[in-house]
């Protein structure tokens, strides 16, 4: 049977109470727990009444509880069976994000948790029996190959990390048997992660841009178990290598802050140790595993208030941990008897504890659940109900509804089957049609999730690309408005400047026609004295050389005149030619003179539109019709 735990948090400043009443929480004994709604909860208001569940645990940890309280009830008979009987182990926590499941296996320096604490006993247990590494090595790598390295060097450069432990004392109480001394131990680690479905080596190293490859699940060679293809094991001499490594690890495992953790693992993490036990005189080899997992925490995308990245990362978590259930909700029904085909394919965490043998072999499994009491009401009494599943499990010894992997340890060997040839064969068509059977149904929800996967897909394709155009539309605009505000101050400056131009010209005409009107003006006196002094000369011929004398002046004055009037005439008509009209570009005074008609195309702009500059006609063209008047002439 799955023995399954339940460990309630302790909340920061939390009185003791003897009434066991935590939050939504009340410990009735030592097994026996109910959860009563709050009143802000879903199900007090989808019930409209206060509900309550009893549920039942092999042991439950009030807040009080220690660390080494959670070690010695649940993690020392592990420890205990593997070290006397080679057995696989598997302890692994759930509950929801933030419950404190991290905290029960890894723990602060000054409370450490069941990961330190398990090295700290199997080092204990094994002292003065360790085999060295080279020996270890000669035996091992003979029967599973694997990239293996020697703690020593790997942590060279690591710090050392000091945690408080207990005294030897109380190992000796908790482990009172002696290990048979002609034996020699060796103890190695790994630490595969699943995040995103998919299995990571820990201790591989990231590439710059913190890449590590994805691992997959090989036949062992030395069993029948499947194990991380090309992972990495790390041998520990003692203890302190043992937690250097560990915190390194943490160190390297994917966190991040949400709002229902500060420091929320994004990925499952297993703590693998491998216990080998030897006798090199022998040449004899047995060992026999404990993983010890942390499974990242279910969280609701609204109380984790997750978004991009992060929700996929609690898609994922979520949908393995859902898988999980499927499994252990699977093996209940097959232990009722009822035959049904467990589908652990559908995500790699489930693949990973099928295929290593301890959901579905002999290997004794543990559950821990950690709850917060002062969390969300029902998403604690999910996890709740989802552990009450596995508690009804007992593994068999063989199994027989998937291939045969699950030999749990080097030396054990498979109980054979007493029916005869026939009635296995028979057994195992039916089998195999059932296991199709559920195959084909398998693939067609996959087909379905693959369908919903790529309607999602287009949706957020669509959506992006809508944010991607309306992006660039609102670009374009912004260089529309600027482009224009800079052709309205050009036009303006330019509109200044001309006008000044203008006023210059029309001070330069003022003076000219107050020139032609002077000469004008002498023209007409020169005539009027003209006119005067050819009467005198025809009533008196004998002043004739006086007549001639004047004749010959009014002449030269005459044709001096008539000099000044054509001046005065071709400067008047040079000044309707100036460009004033031109450059203030009035087509209302060109059109009242009839000199200019205005094509359409050639009309000014208006200064509240300017012309885009590829558009507006240079400014020496606009000026040239004045290029051939000099006002200093003028
Ligand atoms: N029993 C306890 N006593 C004191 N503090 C605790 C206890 N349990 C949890 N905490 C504190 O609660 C916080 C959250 O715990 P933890 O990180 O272990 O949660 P978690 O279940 O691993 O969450 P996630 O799944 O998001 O990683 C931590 O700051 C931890 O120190």
Known sequence: MIQTFLRVKKAPLQPEDASQTYGFVTILNDDDVVLESPEDSHAFRVSKAKTSEKTSFSK??????????????????????????????????????????????????????????????????????????????????????????????????????????????????????KLDPSFQYAIYLCFPEIYNDRIFDLL????????????????????????????????????????????????????????????????????????????????????????LVDLAGSERTRSAETSGLLLREGASINKSLLTLGQCLEALRRKHDGRQHIIPFRQSKLTELLFHSGHLSGTARTCMLVNIDPLGSFDENAQVMRYSANAREIIPTQSSSYTDNFMSPSLNRTATQSKSTHS?????????????????????????????????????????????????????????????????????????????????RLQQGNKEKDECVAHLEHIIEQLQEENSIEEKPALQDTSNVHYIDNNRRSSRKLHYEDKQAIEEAHSLHTKRKLWPEPTLLQSS?????????????????PSPLKPLSPSRRPPLTKMYSQTGDVDINQL
């Open 60 to 177: 439950v940890f009030s807040p009080t509880c220690s660390q080494w309280d959670v070690f010695v009830s649940i993690c020392a008979p592990l420890l205990s069976q593997s070290l006397f009987h080679m057995n696989d182990a598997l302890l692994f926590t759930l509950g929801v994000s933030g419950a404190g499941k991290t905290y029960t296996l890894f723990g602060p320096q000054d409370h450490p948790g069941v990961v330190y604490l398990a090295l700290d006993a199997l080092f204990y247990n094994i002292r003065g029996r360790e085999a060295s590494f080279p020996v270890v090595e000669s035996i091992r790598s003979k029967l599973d190959k694997c990239k293996v390295l020697e703690g020593s060097k790997y942590l060279k450069h690591e710090p050392s990390h000091p945690i408080q432990l207990p005294s030897p004392d109380a190992y000796a109480s908790l482990f009172p048997q």
């Open 423 to 503: 009635e296995a064969i028979q057994v195992q068509n039916e089998q195999l049609q059932r296991e199709n059977e559920s195959l084909r149904q398998l693939l067609a929800d996959a087909d379905a999730e693959m369908v919903n996967l790529e309607y999602e897909i287009r949706e957020q394709m669509t959506r992006e690309m809508e944010e991607r155009v309306s992006q660039v539309e609102q670009t374009f605009l912004n260089r529309m408005l600027e482009e224009t505000a800079q052709g309205i101050e050009y036009t303006d400056q330019k509109i200044e400047k001309m006008g000044e131009w203008v006023r």
């Open 204 to 291: 591989e190293k990231a590439s710059f841009f913190g890449h590590r490859h994805a691992l997959s699940l090989k036949k062992s060679s030395s069993s029948d178990k499947k194990s991380v293809a090309g992972i990495q094991k790390v041998y520990v001499a003692n203890p302190h290598e043992a937690f250097q490594l560990v915190h390194k690890v943490l160190q390297l495992r994917k966190s991040t802050s949400t709002k229902a953790n500060s420091v929320s693992s994004r990925s499952h993490l297993v703590v693998s140790i491998e216990l080998f036990r030897l006798q090199p005189a022998k040449n004899h080899i047995e060992s026999c595993q404990l993983d």
């Open 588 to 604: 209302e005074t060109e059109e009242e003179e009839g000199k200019t008609e205005i094509s359409p195309k050639k009309k000014s």
